[in-house]
């Protein structure tokens, strides 16, 4: 298991999303749940998991290019509808046509999982202009806001959100300054909102993954970092999506039902502040 996977293991056109030795239980059984970034990467294995829980899962994504037709039949293999919703999350408006969609399509909706991110690493501060800030911001934090506010005009007692954070909100990043920055506002806002909705009976939580073979790694880091690509983890090694999703389906069950307001950090044993 101690084993660095490498780039050959992501870039299998058929990673493993489901272990062989997880057993599902039903544990979201008749649930609806949106999941932005659904189709691809961590949010791939969060659909196929939930969707082998129970669930029927709504999918937003941005584009073609990581298959969504691939992981809608790979949801629905696993026994869950699923929708899929085509935009852009830095627009308020889609967020809440999404949120309307689903809702549209399922009837009702119980769990947002607000996953969708991007990066654009950096040599220094100097090389962020405005234009990547503003996009950094608008998809990693300004969207999860958007997303919240429409989905709690359907969400109830029982029902919860989890946020997609990252170990890079607890330690120094020096190459994604920008990014970390929005990671560590998931993380609060996480926290802020969770208390503010514990009233209504919605919890509101965070997963903070540490290094997970992605295509948003693939992409956007130059060979050296993929080379040393988990390296800096207790376990010597990058995670496989399929590591993330019981997270995401603990959280979003019964068995979390006094959890609210927390993170749960699947690093591989990286040592976090905060
Ligand atoms: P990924 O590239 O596979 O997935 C990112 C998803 O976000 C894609 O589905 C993409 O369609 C969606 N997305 C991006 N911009 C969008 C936009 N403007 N509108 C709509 N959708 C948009 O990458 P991933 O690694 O699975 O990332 C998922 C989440 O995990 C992100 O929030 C990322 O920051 C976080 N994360 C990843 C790692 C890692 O090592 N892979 C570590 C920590 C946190």
Redesign the pocket.
């Known amino acids: 298991q101690n084993k660095q996977p490498g780039i050959e293991a992501e870039m299998d056109p058929a990673p493993e999303y489901i272990k062989e030795s997880y057993k599902a239980a039903g544990k979201l059984s008749g649930k609806v749940a949106l999941i932005?970034?659904?189709?691809?990467?961590?949010?791939?294995a969060v659909s196929i998991h939930f969707a082998e829980e129970g669930a029927d899962i709504a999918i937003?994504?941005?584009?073609e290019d990581?298959d969504a037709e691939t992981t809608k039949n790979l949801v629905e293999a696993a026994g869950g509808k699923c929708l899929l919703i085509k935009?852009?999350?830095?627009k308020d408006s889609f967020c809440r046509n999404a949120v309307e969609k689903a809702v549209k399509e399922f009837g009702k909706l119980n769990i947002l999982v607000n996953?969708?991110?991007?990066?654009f690493p950096q040599k220094d501060v100097k090389a962020i202009d405005k234009e990547q800030l503003e996009t950094t911001f608008q998809?990693?934090i300004f969207?999860y806001f958007y997303f919240a506010e429409a989905a709690l005009e359907y969400l109830k007692a029982g029902d919860c959100i989890i946020n997609?954070?990252?170990?890079?909100a607890y330690r120094s990043s020096p190459s994604l300054i920008d990014?970390s920055s929005t990671?560590g506002a998931i993380t609060t806002f996480t926290r802020s909102l969770a208390t503010n909705l514990t009233d209504k009976g919605i919890r509101v939580n965070a997963v903070?993954?540490?290094?997970?073979w992605?295509?948003?790694?693939v992409?956007s880091f130059d060979e050296e970092k993929i080379k040393s690509f988990g390296s800096e983890t207790a376990m010597k090694r990058?995670g496989q999506?399929s590591e993330l999703g019981p997270a995401y389906v603990f959280l979003a069950s019964e068995d979390a039902s006094f959890i609210t307001g927390q993170v749960i950090h699947v690093n591989g044993g990286e040592v976090v502040n905060g």
């Open positions: 932005t970034g659904g189709d691809s990467g961590i949010g791939r937003v994504y941005l584009d990581q935009g852009d999350v830095k996953n969708a991110g991007m990066q998809t990693n969207a997609t954070t990252s170990v890079t990014y990671k903070a993954p540490g290094p997970v992605t295509p948003l790694i992409s990058a999506p």
